[in-house]
């Protein structure tokens, strides 16, 4: 009996190892494409608007069913991110048209609405450097007040961007970006200013709606962050007013005061040479008040522009 | 005069040159044949392998001697000519000394562009011939196709002048390095009798590490503040003022170069002492 007993667990483990095996990963569009079903989970199409995905993950099927209309499908390719959260899906048919989307676990599809509608408790400012240098706060607190930030105002300013996450953190999703400029800062709503492409850009806008910020615990902690983010250790490179005022003075000294001052040694030279030497000195002279004309002209562009 | 010292100062050097360039190329195309073999698909016994790789390596190494040689032996004849006996002979000659130092600076400008075309023959050569692939060559052809294409669709008064800002910029750059080589030769000379060629490479060595610095603080200070100031200057203003630091740059360059070139007169004028 014993003997019997064992065979027959042998033989139903062995069964189920084989279905294990066995068992198809398999992927089924509906009809109009809306929605997916993996192995007996739904994902539903979604825009992608504003999301920060990973979804790099090659995603293994061994059969992929489409409804008739698109049983003419010649390759596909599946991705999709660390938790299989989203999928992206692009098909290729053989009539030569591509179908490209993303599809959402159902069981997030609320929590991304809702993160989309902007009713999340906590928005996250991302500094990048150092790693998980970041800053939470409430969305009704990065409104400030009201202001349009112009293009030339936009000269060496800080941006970084603002995300919201789902509850177990496995969704984010660009809000917007918190610029830092002249020692305020400003918060720009993607929503308002209808910005959806992935890296936003400050200087590609002529003029810039945002909120300047006013509470004052989140300047603190922002001002914190970014002291981080500008701290390379050393305290020189990163330091852009220091880093400014040299490259200033560099430039002032190698293109405006060193050319006229060897212009005006050579034009005391040239006084008193003859020949080939009067003409070269008087050529140094003319090429050193050039640099410092040619210079002074672009400074002063530049001063006035800014 | 200035013809005839020319003429002198490249028949010297362009018996050597000419053997030297002939030999680099001969190298180059070997080389790119031994490539083809090494990639292709054949089988061959390792001894053609390991014959095609030393050759191939030979081909590459002859190459950098060729221009190392080019440039050094413009020096050694300027060298030969001011500073050892021959200097006597030199500056007894019934012409200029400013004749004397054009004659030399054409002369390296010389060698040195026809240098560089030889060197860009020897790559096409080694490459066209060791990687000869149809796609490639068409990658090529469009690519040039559509530069030529994007010249001419965007082509204005500053596309011209842009042009001309760079081909004076790399004459005045290929002048100012000559210059600076030709300046430390004569004040390694002037300054000692003993070792003038030890002093004279000690002194291009100070002097290049403290060109290249300013160089890197130029580029360090600059890649900083480029985009500050680029995003300050409107659309409409972009092209005058791209113009203008192309003037600046060669404004400021051209000082550089002219007080090179009155120091080196000055030196040879007023400081030569070959007793």
Known sequence: ?306 | MLRKLLKYDLKSIINYWLIGALISVTLSVAGGFCIKLLTSERKMPTAVYVICSIAAFIAVIGFVIFTAFSVIIVYVRFYKNFFTDEGYLTFTLPVKRSDLINSKLLTAMIVEFITGVVAVVDVFAFLLIGMFDKEIIDAIKNFFAELWELIIENFDIYMLIYAVEIVVFAFLSVMTSILLICLCITVGSIITKKGKILVTVILYYIVNSAISTLYQLVFFFGSNNASRWFSIITEHDIKPVLASVGLLVIAFIGCVCIILYSLQYKLLDKKLNLA
């Not at chain 1, 068992?23 to 079903?37: C, G, M, P, R, Y």
């Not at chain 1, 500094?127 to 800053?135: A, G, K």
Request: glycine share 4%; proline share 2%.
């Open chain 1, 1 to 306: 009996m014993k003997k019997h007993t064992l065979l027959f667990w042998v033989l139903v483990i062995f069964l189920c190892l084989s279905v294990t095996v066995c068992a198809e990963n398999k992927i089924k569009f509906s009809n109009d494409l809306s929605t997916l079903d993996m192995n007996g989970v739904t994902y539903s199409r979604i825009s992608a608007k504003y999301l920060y995905d990973d979804v790099y993950n090659d995603l293994h099927i061994d059969k992929i069913v489409i409804y008739e209309e698109y049983a003419n499908l010649e390759s596909y390719s599946l991705y999709t991110n660390d938790s299989e959260s989203i999928i992206e899906a692009n098909l290729h048919f053989s009539d030569g048209r591509n179908y490209s989307a993303k599809y959402l676990l159902n069981a997030y599809l609320s929590e991304y609405e809702d993160m989309l509608e902007g009713k999340t408790n906590e928005y996250v400012i991302d500094f990048e450097w150092p790693e998980n240098n970041t800053v939470t706060a409430a969305p009704k607190k990065l409104i400030g007040t009201e202001t349009v930030l112009y293009k030339n105002n936009f000269y060496s300013c800080d941006y970084f961007p603002v995300y919201a996450y789902s509850s177990d953190g496995t969704l984010c999703v660009a809000k917007g970006s918190l610029i830092s400029f002249n020692n305020a800062y400003y918060y720009v709503d993607f929503t308002k200013i209808n910005y959806t492409s992935e890296h936003f850009d400050p200087y590609a806008y002529d003029s810039l709606p945002a909120y300047k910020l006013s509470n004052e615990e989140l300047i603190e902690q922002i001002v914190e962050a970014e002291s981080l983010y500008h701290d390379d250790g050393i305290g020189f490179v990163m330091d852009n007013e220091f880093t400014d005022k040299l490259a200033t003075l560099f430039f002032v000294f190698l293109f405006g005061i060193a050319p006229l001052a060897v212009a005006a040694v050579y034009l005391i030279l040239s006084l008193r040479a003859s020949g080939l030497y009067k003409k070269l000195y008087i050529a140094v002279c003319a090429c050193g008040l050039a640099t410092t004309i040619i210079f002074t002209a672009l400074s002063v562009y530049i001063s006035i522009n800014s």
